[in-house]
């Protein structure tokens, strides 16, 4: 299989493009390295199936070009930092459905049909105290990231549905583990290596939400693109379980051997305008064809501060 992986240097797609490889598949990692990294596939330099290309999505006639003579196209790239959102308000529309669509566009212009999306939990908005099925609506986001994640959605259903496309769509939990660059582990390491007395904690701490391993994330991915073959095969793809931003404090001063911190509090449900304070996703789908998270949310969390702090 020859696989086009947009965002191949990021966090989630270096671990993607590893996985392929491994496969033995042929790769094309294309990433701008606004956010990605060259450490992060240096590895896979002397791999004779890898190829990277430093460019952006928003460029229509490079992504054409680029993008012809591949089988299916992981498109995993994204803007990284939810929050940007708040000052940055054309970020998630660029990164969002304007780069979707410039790789739908080049899909059809190089008959190209299969496309896997990294979507997001957040498309949901705020919802219930259930565990939230795909099923679920209206979506109602409350982030222009995860605006931004549904509009792409959106326009991959329509490409289905107009040019007799095939697509894999994942709304993710949140995603932790080695090379991540950013979120509240990366900052609460930070922050108690700056001050190991005390931990500022954003919002009331209470906020509880599933976190999976990276891991566990690309094998859902490759996992549920063997396993289904609808036209749209939808999932969410997390953990039956969760974690309170609290207990990720305590985990990350336990793994820093610190004892007595403070933890103070900025008050409020939220962390930050647009954050969602607790949601459980529905899993049971992804679950029906075989697939099963290896990590707890908890043990996810404790493996990704300890790869963390080695890799530092």
């Known amino acids: 299989m020859k696989a086009f992986v947009t965002g191949g240097a990021g966090f989630i797609g270096s671990h993607l493009v590893d996985k392929l490889l491994d496969r033995g598949d042929y790769v094309t990692s294309f990433d701008n390295l606004s956010s990605g990294k060259k450490d992060f596939f240096k590895h896979n330099k002397k791999n004779d199936k890898f190829r990277f290309v430093e460019a952006d999505l928003l460029n229509l006639k490079q992504v054409k070009k680029e993008i012809k003579g591949h089988d299916v196209i992981f498109h995993i790239a994204a803007n990284p930092f939810v929050r940007l959102g708040e000052e940055q308000t054309r970020l998630d529309l660029e990164q ?62 329509a490409f289905c549905g107009t040019f007799d496309f095939q697509t894999w769509i994942y709304r993710f939990a949140n995603v932790v583990g080695i090379r991540g660059t950013h979120g509240v582990i990366v900052d609460f390491i930070a922050k108690l290596k700056k001050n190991p007395k005390e931990l500022e904690i954003l919002g009331d701490g209470r906020q509880q939400k599933p976190y999976l391993h990276v891991s566990d994330i690309v094998d859902g991915i490759i996992f549920g693109f063997e396993h289904s073959n609808d036209q749209i095969n939808l999932f969410n793809l997390g953990c039956d379980s969760n974690t309170t931003v609290t207990r990720i404090a305590e985990l990350v001063v336990d793994e820093l051997n610190l004892r007595d911190v403070k933890f103070n509090y900025t008050g409020g449900a939220r962390g930050w305008a647009g954050d969602v304070p607790r949601f459980q996703l529905d899993i049971s789908k992804i679950k029906k064809l075989g697939w099963k998270e290896s990590y707890t949310s908890d043990d996810a969390v404790r493996k990704a501060i300890r790869e963390v702090l080695d890799n530092q």
């Open 96 to 157: 969002g459905p304007i780069a979707t669509y410039n790789v739908l566009e080049s899909m059809r212009l190089n008959n190209i049909k299969k496309i896997v999306f990294s979507s997001s939990s957040v498309v949901y908005g705020e919802t219930p105290k259930i565990a939230i099925p795909e099923t679920y609506g209206p979506s109602l986001p409350i982030s222009l990231y995860g605006a931004g994640k549904l509009a792409g959605e959106g326009l991959i259903s």
